[in-house]
Structure formats: structure tokens, C-alpha cells
């Protein structure tokens, strides 16, 4: 058991006391793991921000940029910055990002996804050894599917994508079969009527992710119309997002190629 010291809410402990036991052999590596898990939160104000939730659940804090101040994200940013973690915003305006490079000068920007990012360092060499395939009904679903191809070279992951080969041209699709079959696992993007993640799944024998957008007309409800349609799909192995979501696709799919 690791005795833990008082602190006040929101105080630091340091955890040199845990590493000498740790060297001495007092502590084993698992013990001070679940040590650090447990560490506090850094209280900005407005925020508290979560430096140890890569340790937790192996992927930094997200900031989600709408509905927060500039100024917000900018103190948020450099508070994960200066911990040299890996930072990733998404939903994030070019303003937003031309504010943030001028003391950062190392950050990236996905404009079709809308995010800025600055990769971890042991991410820009070694790729995960399974592919992660991300493919879109149509060019207008691209921002979604590029978000979550964002999230997926964030954790590490080999990614390649075939875009916009939807159910209105299949055999831009079938064409493609030797590309989809050499996937772990597969991410589909569609608006419209959705139906694209039920032909993927009837082709291969891998999990399929699908992402429902906000594209289409009136009667596809903003999203409601293909989310209804992947849920009630007739393909077993397909697993639903919410509405727009390519990061938690691109999440959940780096945790099954895990």
C-alpha cells in the first residue's frame, strides 16, 4: 500500500518519495502506476485540467474548443503545453490556431477537421503494426472523417482512407475490396440515408465504426436519419457514434487495434 500525504484540494504532491522507493525496491512499478494515477488536477480557475489522464487512460485531455473563450483556450493550452504533453484541440477556428502559434511555434492544423495538435514525440516515428482504414460515402463527410484520422496519428496509429466511394456509385467501393480486407478495423463516415457501414460490414470479417453526419436534406434530420439506420443495421459488428464524432471514432478504433 502507498501511504498517501494530506494535501489541500488542489495542491500538488510531489512523488519523489514514491520514485526513491521505487528505486530502492520498496515499491514495485505497478504499485507506483497506481500511484500516479491518482494524482490531482491542475485548478486554472475556469478549468481543472486532468495532466495525468494519458497515464490513465493512455490519451492526453481534449480540449473541445466551441463554447470556450480564446483567452480560455490559450491558458488551457498553455498549461498542457508547459507539462509537455501532447495537445490536441478540436472544433478549433484558424484564429484560434493563429493565436496559439505565436508562442507555440511547434503546433499543427487540420483545417477540414478543425483541429490543432501537436503530436507526441514517440508517435512521430513508430506506428502501430495494424492498419486502421477510414473510409466516407461522400467528399462532403470528409471534416468528420479527417478529425478522426487526426485522433488516430495523435495515438500513434497507422491510418490510410478511401473517400468518398458511397452506396450511389458501389462500384467505387467493390473496387476496392483488397484495400478494405488489408484493415484491422474500419471507420465509416456517412450522411444522407447512411447506409455505406452495412456494405462495408457485409464485405469482411473486421469490427466497423460508423459515423453518422450531418449531412444531407431536410428529411435526414441533421444526422438523425443515418444515425437511425447504422443503429438498425442488419450487419452485425458495426459499433455507432454520435452525430459528427470522427474523434471518438478514431478513438475507440486505436483501443480495439490495441
Given at each position: 500500500?502507498?501511504?498517501?500525504?494530506?494535501?489541500?484540494?488542489?495542491?500538488?504532491?510531489?512523488?519523489?518519495?514514491?520514485?526513491?522507493?521505487?528505486?530502492?525496491?520498496?515499491?514495485?512499478?505497478?504499485?507506483?502506476?497506481?500511484?500516479?494515477?491518482?494524482?490531482?488536477?491542475?485548478?486554472?480557475?475556469?478549468?481543472?485540467?486532468?495532466?495525468?489522464?494519458?497515464?490513465?487512460?493512455?490519451?492526453?485531455?481534449?480540449?473541445?474548443?466551441?463554447?470556450?473563450?480564446?483567452?480560455?483556450?490559450?491558458?488551457?493550452?498553455?498549461?498542457?503545453?508547459?507539462?509537455?504533453?501532447?495537445?490536441?484541440?478540436?472544433?478549433?477556428?484558424?484564429?484560434?490556431?493563429?493565436?496559439?502559434?505565436?508562442?507555440?511555434?511547434?503546433?499543427?492544423?487540420?483545417?477540414?477537421?478543425?483541429?490543432?495538435?501537436?503530436?507526441?514525440?514517440?508517435?512521430?516515428?513508430?506506428?502501430r503494426r495494424g492498419e486502421i482504414l477510414i473510409i466516407t460515402a461522400g467528399t462532403s463527410d470528409i471534416p468528420v472523417a479527417e478529425e478522426a484520422k487526426v485522433t488516430l496519428d495523435m495515438m500513434g496509429e497507422r491510418v490510410s482512407v478511401l473517400y468518398d466511394v458511397g452506396v450511389?456509385?458501389?462500384?467505387?467501393?467493390?473496387?476496392?475490396?483488397?484495400?478494405?480486407?488489408?484493415?484491422?478495423?474500419?471507420?465509416?463516415?456517412?450522411?444522407?440515408?447512411?447506409?455505406?457501414?452495412?456494405?462495408?460490414?457485409?464485405?469482411?470479417?473486421?469490427?466497423?465504426?460508423?459515423?453518422?453526419?450531418?449531412?444531407?436534406?431536410?428529411?435526414?434530420?441533421?444526422?438523425?436519419?443515418?444515425?437511425?439506420?447504422?443503429?438498425?443495421?442488419?450487419?452485425?459488428?458495426?459499433?455507432?457514434?454520435?452525430?459528427?464524432?470522427?474523434?471518438?471514432?478514431?478513438?475507440?478504433?486505436?483501443?480495439?487495434?490495441?
Open positions: 500500500m502507498v501511504k498517501r500525504r494530506k494535501r489541500t484540494r488542489h495542491s500538488a504532491v510531489k512523488a519523489g518519495g514514491v520514485v526513491d522507493d521505487l528505486c530502492a525496491g520498496r515499491l514495485n512499478k505497478q504499485e507506483v502506476l497506481r500511484y500516479l494515477e491518482r494524482l490531482p488536477y491542475e485548478d486554472v480557475g475556469f478549468a481543472k485540467i486532468d495532466h495525468h489522464r494519458c497515464l490513465r487512460r493512455g490519451f492526453p485531455e481534449v480540449i473541445y474548443a466551441e463554447g470556450k473563450t480564446l483567452r480560455q483556450i490559450e491558458i488551457i493550452s498553455d498549461a498542457i503545453l508547459k507539462k509537455g504533453d501532447p495537445l490536441f484541440i478540436t472544433r478549433a477556428s484558424e484564429d484560434i490556431y493563429r493565436r496559439l502559434r505565436r508562442k507555440h511555434r511547434s503546433l499543427k492544423y487540420n483545417k477540414p477537421a478543425r483541429a490543432i495538435y501537436r503530436l507526441p514525440k514517440e508517435n512521430r516515428q513508430k506506428k450511389a456509385g458501389i462500384h467505387r467501393l467493390l473496387k476496392q475490396r483488397g484495400v478494405i480486407r488489408r484493415a484491422e478495423v474500419i471507420i465509416v463516415v456517412a450522411g444522407m440515408e447512411g447506409a455505406l457501414p452495412s456494405v462495408v460490414s457485409g464485405l469482411v470479417d473486421r469490427p466497423i465504426i460508423a459515423v453518422p453526419t450531418s449531412v444531407g436534406y431536410g428529411a435526414s434530420f441533421k444526422g438523425i436519419a443515418p444515425l437511425l439506420t447504422m443503429l438498425n443495421s442488419c450487419s452485425p459488428g458495426i459499433a455507432v457514434m454520435n452525430i459528427d464524432n470522427g474523434f471518438g471514432a478514431g478513438y475507440f478504433a486505436s483501443l480495439i487495434n490495441r
